[in-house]
């Protein structure tokens, strides 16, 4: 019998390794954006190593707007949701595609880029940076534009700020949704959180858990500290979804990659299990970054993006203050936790069109 149920198992894996084995992205049907457009997912070289990147938008014509995803979280799985038709299913499909050329790639190390192995060497925040940057040099060239648009998402926000600090030249704007400061700073946050709403639910799995965790610091191994950052995160997320009523992003996350043509199973399965190998290949150097003291001024315009209920807004907001630019704008999203794209689509897209897009005529 249970050799029976290891070979359906084997044929249901091979079944859907077929069904999803090839990934592409699709072209656009309208012949104008056909002509105009660009629909294009690639693998590109950065830093040596290969990268998935997907690269959309209906005329060519257009600013480039590069996203640096979140915390071992690919942003391309969400990308199939924001295809432009014209015939859009609401009145917020597809803008985004039809005022900006759309970049998003996987880093080494996740996503469909996981599937090629980077060398543990190369995990390192300073090479981060690197691959991003020679990504946007590569599209500047290759679309023949003098500047673009960077969006960091999180942990993405980090390695943006680090980028655009380097290289201000080639940035119209930095835009930050939920801000990384400080990660230790921000899970001390998310513990006073967590508990002091356990203990008001008198939850008494919560308080058990809470209060046995550590507060993550540098000086910890890479296991404690995602040990200790996985527990207070999981009852902060708990208490967030059921005080705020915000997305349930696990599940969102699993159809949105499940459904998305630019992933196969194979780069499903990669996607997902790289996730821990990320964080542990990251989370150390992360605990030291404090970008008060490492990125204490940006010298283009920013514009922090930054949930009602987003627990890191404190350690945001203390940075934004001390921030030094030559223009900087705080916007508070109502109803929105630390994914304010999810959870405020409707504002977020508001955002781009009246404040970004007209940055570039």
Not at 6 to 12: H, L, V
Request: glycine share 4%; with cysteine; proline share 5%.
């Amino acid at each position: 019998m249970k050799n029976k149920n290891i070979y359906w198992m084997m044929i249901t894996i091979l079944l859907l390794s077929i069904i999803h084995c090839s990934a592409g992205t699709p072209a656009y049907r309208d012949l104008i954006w056909k002509k105009r457009g660009v629909s294009s997912l690639e693998t590109i070289n950065l830093g040596g190593h290969p990268h998935s990147v997907l690269i959309r938008g209906t005329n060519t014509a257009n600013p480039l707007l590069v996203t640096l995803h979140g915390y071992a979280i690919p942003m391309m799985p969400f990308a199939h949701l924001d295809y432009a038709t014209r015939k859009p299913k609401d009145d917020i499909t597809g803008i985004m595609e039809q005022n900006f050329i759309l970049v998003n790639y996987d880093q080494r190390g996740t996503g469909k880029t996981a599937r090629h192995e980077a060398p543990k060497s190369s995990m390192n925040i300073n090479q981060f940076v690197l691959d991003a940057e020679e990504l946007i040099v590569k599209m500047l060239r290759r679309y023949q534009k003098k500047k673009v648009i960077l969006l960091g998402i999180s942990w993405g926000s980090l390695i943006g700020a680090k980028l655009v600090q380097k290289r201000p030249n080639l940035f119209y704007a930095f835009i930050s949704e939920g801000q990384a400061v400080n990660l230790s700073e921000s899970l001390k946050d998310s513990f006073d959180f967590s508990i002091k709403n356990a203990k008001k639910d008198q939850n008494k799995e919560a308080i058990n858990e809470l209060s046995n965790a550590l507060i993550p610091k540098p000086e910890m191994s890479a296991e404690t500290i995602k040990k200790n950052q996985e527990l207070i995160l999981k009852w902060t997320e708990y208490y967030a979804q059921k005080k705020y009523n915000l997305m349930e992003l696990s599940s969102f996350f699993l159809k949105s990659i499940w459904d998305s043509p630019e992933y196969s199973f194979l780069d499903m399965m990669s996607t997902l299990q790289a996730i821990d190998t990320f964080t542990l290949a990251t989370n150390k150097e992360l605990m030291q970054k404090d970008l008060r003291i490492e990125v204490p001024e940006l010298k283009v315009p920013v514009y922090f993006l930054m949930g009602e209920y987003d627990i890191m807004r404190f350690a945001a907001k203390d940075y934004f203050i001390k921030l030094k630019s030559p223009k900087k704008e705080w916007i508070e999203i109502p109803k929105a936790g630390h994914s304010v794209s999810a959870d405020q689509p409707k504002k977020v897209l508001h955002f781009y069109l009246r404040k970004i897009r007209p940055l570039i005529k």
